[in-house]
């Protein structure tokens, strides 16, 4: 049947997507190789659960909630099998409650983050709003990519053309100042964990537009949008400085790993998080300490 | 028929949610009394319509008690007394029936929820199929004992009746950030954080 037996399955896999004659055996590869649904996705609803992510602690499914016209994302958290089913079923559900909290307290002090639809944390699950855009890791690194290759180039073109960048740094302080503001740390910051969500208003004009406006205006707009914290799976309630460095460096040494080109723009953060957060200051202070000795404070056990 | 089947997604497809709206009811007490005494031909969601602010609030309220009653965690009695404790962010359940439910002379609007599911008999734990009610028989009931007039159930009708400060009050959303910061004139804007605090009170109750 193969006609290739010797070649790797990756390639396969390519070949068969490519060739007409197997296309109808493709979709059969990728459900083969999906997890199964969890019960509450097993419902009917307008459009199927597309798997967007699969992290250590759970899966990621973009679905419909309530009714076909509104998006959500719904993460799910399966048993884990390792684990005294009692003691899984009591971690599951208490993260999963705590989550659900920290979202809705951070909504209701106005922090940009998704609105809980339902959850059941009992069956490990929690349903949450949409949020439409891109992360910001994926926009910062477009913007990079469009930027001058060799260095000579780059210098010159420093320090002049990175205000769209610079001026969504300091959103981002901004964000994480009114997170941290409502006594929450999020556990987890990377540019991974935020979105940027575009703007609804005057969509068509822009677009119209596009044609007439200079390129420097287009590579601006690529970093327009307001910027959404998501993942507070490991968020905590916390009120010390020390947390809130931690939350910093933790972004920080992020940054510096994803985006070294950068690296340099991080300071803009820290200011607008100074200039947006009365603490801002005192926590600051305590990141020189954070950055001195890493993450971890006990060295107890 | 101004009957909507409400297609809520993630809902088992042998449950089937009708849902209708009437202005003006006359007759609050008498439907209200029905409630209190237990008939069973009656069983139904009352809701005042001037606490609900969109389909999509009334959409959350149904989903959590239809999960609830698939899970068999009922909290009341049935899924439709389930349906008027699941619009309360907390976990009074009087209080949810007054706030939410009928009150005599002063509910005017009344929204009515049917759930039909197939209910298995306590003898032999069989499906029972034989009585279930259809859309028509459902709506020939209705109307021959709400006096009111039947409107459809869409977002603009809701905004109607809704009683925003009532909504604020229950939802404690008064003096909230998250709503405060958005300027007055964006009224869309603001009802849209409303919304979403209220689905998410729903959504939290209990934890």
Redesign the interface.
């Known amino acids: 049947m193969d006609p290739s037996p010797q070649s790797p399955p990756t390639k396969k896999r390519k070949m068969a997507t490519s060739t007409s004659t197997s296309t109808a055996a493709a979709p059969a590869v990728v459900q083969e190789h999906q997890f199964p649904l969890p019960p509450i996705l097993t419902h009917p609803s307008a459009s199927p659960p597309i798997l967007i992510t699969q992290g250590a602690e759970g899966r990621l499914y973009k679905t419909t909630f309530f009714s076909p016209d509104i998006p959500c994302a719904l993460k799910y958290r399966p048993p884990k099998p390792y684990r005294h089913p009692v003691l899984d079923a009591r971690l599951t559900k208490a993260r999963l409650a705590f989550e659900a909290k920290v979202l809705e307290r951070c909504r209701r002090e106005g922090v940009p983050v998704p609105a809980v639809y339902a959850q059941n944390a009992a069956a490990g699950w929690i349903a949450v709003e949409w949020i439409e855009g891109a992360p910001v890791r994926v926009k910062i690194n477009e913007w990079l990519g469009q930027r001058p290759k060799n260095e000579e180039e780059e210098r010159s073109a420093a320090g002049q053309d990175h205000g769209p960048l610079i001026e969504l740094m300091k959103r981002i302080g901004a964000a994480i100042a009114g997170l941290h503001r409502t006594g929450v740390v999020h556990g987890d910051l990377t540019t991974s964990n935020m979105m940027l969500r575009p703007h609804t208003k005057k969509k068509t004009t822009t677009s119209e537009q596009t044609n007439g406006v200079s390129k420097e205006e287009e590579k601006a707009k690529l970093l327009e949008g307001d910027v959404v914290i998501i993942d507070f799976g490991l968020a905590n309630q916390s009120q010390s400085d020390e947390d809130r460095a931690t939350d910093l460096y933790v972004l920080e040494r992020a940054f510096a790993s994803t985006h070294p080109r950068a690296e340099n723009l991080f300071e803009h953060l820290l200011e607008s998080y100074k200039q947006s957060f009365k603490k801002g200051a005192s926590v600051l202070h305590k990141l020189e300490d954070v950055r001195m000795r890493g993450r971890k404070r006990s060295m107890i056990g | 028929m101004a009957l909507e089947t409400l297609?809520?997604?993630?809902?088992?497809?042998d449950h089937h949610v009708y849902a209708a709206l009437f202005r003006d009811v006359q007759n609050v007490d008498f439907l209200q009394a029905q409630l209190i005494g237990k008939n069973p031909e009656f069983e139904y969601a009352f809701i005042d319509a001037s606490v609900i602010i969109s389909?999509?609030h009334l959409?959350?309220a149904i989903?959590?008690a239809l999960?609830t009653l698939t899970?068999g965690t009922l909290q009341t009695p049935n899924v439709h007394s389930d349906i008027v404790i699941g619009l309360n962010p907390t976990n009074n359940i009087s209080e949810s029936y007054r706030r939410y439910g009928l009150t005599p002379s002063k509910t005017r609007d009344v929204l009515v929820i049917k759930v039909v599911y197939p209910k298995l008999s306590p003898e032999n734990s069989t499906i029972t199929s034989e009585q279930q009610p259809t859309p028509e028989s459902i709506w020939q009931h209705l109307t021959t004992h709400i006096q009111g007039t039947p409107v459809p159930l869409t977002n603009e009708e809701f905004a109607k009746s809704t009683d925003r400060a009532k909504v604020r009050k229950y939802y404690k959303l008064n003096g909230?950030?998250?709503v405060?910061?958005i300027d007055k004139a964006d009224e869309e804007g603001r009802r849209r954080e409303m919304e979403?605090?209220v689905?998410?009170?729903i959504?939290?109750r209990g934890?």
Do not use: D, Y
């Open positions: 297609q809520i997604e993630h809902v088992p497809s389909r999509t959409f959350a989903f959590r999960n899970e909230v950030p998250g405060e910061r979403g605090l689905i998410s009170g959504a939290l934890l």
